[in-house]
């Protein structure tokens, strides 16, 4: 039995509408006063609902792009990659992977392919400036890679015009490119059939023989992807030779992904000399383990958030009984002829547990309001988000440095 039902059985129907009105007259009466003794209380809850909505909404938009990525892919980089609290310096000093590992790798049993990516080529204005122009027309956001031709069915790959990059073009080291969407906005704005077209990025000259579908969008605005630009490895390679990263992406055999991991990781450590009870040098997971990361991090965010939302409950509590304290040094004399009259001393205790319960129920349901308000708003309003160190990609690589 809940504490207004106890309420309600102790006092008849006539009573407690009278107390009820006695209750809430005082409360009108002092409006402003009122609304302060609640504010702590709305504080806590709208607190609680804002930021449980935000982790809620960030998890569930990084899911779906992972997802959207392919559940079955293994990504491997010689640095640390996915979200992180804290960074091993230390980790510099890894030597970066070399093809003959991709190579390697391709022979496990329960590997079906692996894509080689050389993220962030133009990476702070490094040895080669990814600033792409046309015609008067520049784009300097790109998330500039290059990639081996089986990248686009490994990560489901979808073009909205034109082809991707293929074996010929890698061998060739061929200067083409296949740009996203918002390269293709900003370079050739409200122009269709772009496939075939000349532009200019780091003092050479590309041909666009293709144009990326939109990505679905993530929980703080558009995907990284439709920054992207592709180029075939090998000529990123030659433009950029310096820069020398590799990441790997894996794409375990239906049902054995498990096992692809477990040999991924067995073939880096022997070609990278990693010791029996040594820890990697190198850093490879699985999509689920991204999530993993990012739901340690958000626990300890959600901790934060309940201690900051108790204090304000506190707050408001405390704000509670002293409001009451007065009320009854100010009511001393209304309580004296209600006594007096022959009310008891129960009857006028309820009445003042039934103010501070509707002060406590009023702030609530306000914080509750203005929290779902707010949990509607925020992802209408797709706030730009970019890391920055984002060019990478996937974004959960962004943390790695590159």
Known sequence: ???????????????????????????????????????????????????????TGMRQS????????????????????????????????????????????????????????????????????????YQGHNYRWGNTQG????????????????????????????????????????????????AGTQVRMGGYNFEVIGVLEKRKAGFFGENEEDNAVFLPFRTAQKVAPARGYMLFIIKGRSGQVPEALTQSEEILRRRRHVNFNDPNNFDIKTADKFIEQFDSITAMVGLIAIAISSLGLLVGGIGIMNI????????????????AIGARSSAVRTQFLIESIV????????????????????????????????????????????
């Open 147 to 194: 990639v081996t031709p089986n990248y686009a069915n490994i990560v489901n790959v979808n073009l909205k015009e034109g082809r991707f990059i293929n074996e010929l073009d890698e061998e060739q080291r061929a200067n083409v490119i296949v740009i996203g969407v918002n390269a293709a906005d900003a370079l050739f704005p409200g122009q269709n059939n772009i």
């Open 359 to 402: 002060l406590s129920l009023t702030g609530g349901i306000i914080g509750i309001v203005l929290g779902i308000v707010a949990s509607l708003v925020i992802p209408v309003m797709r706030w730009p988000f970019r890391m920055l160190s984002g060019r990478s990609m996937p974004r959960c690589f962004s943390s790695a440095g590159l």
């Open 62 to 133: 990084i899911v779906s792009i992972i997802e959207d990525y392919g559940t079955s892919n293994i990504y491997a980089f010689h640095l640390s990659t996915g979200p992180r609290t804290g960074e091993d310096r230390s980790e510099r000093l890894r030597k970066p992977f070399v093809v003959a590992d991709a190579e390697a790798i391709k022979a496990a049993p329960a590997v079906e392919a692996v894509a080689v990516v050389a993220p962030n080529v133009g990476y702070n204005g490094g040895p080669f400036d990814d600033n792409i122009t």
């Open 1 to 55: 039995m809940s504490f207004l039902s106890k309420i309600r059985s102790k006092l008849p129907k006539s009573k407690l509408r009278e107390t009820l009105g006695m209750a809430f007259d005082s409360i009108r009466g002092h409006k402003f006063r009122s609304f302060l003794t609640v504010l702590g209380i709305v504080i806590g809850v709208f607190t609680a609902i804002v930021i449980a909505s935000l982790l």
């Open 324 to 339: 009451m304290l007065v009320s009854v040094t100010e009511r001393t004399r209304e309580i004296g002829i209600r006594m």
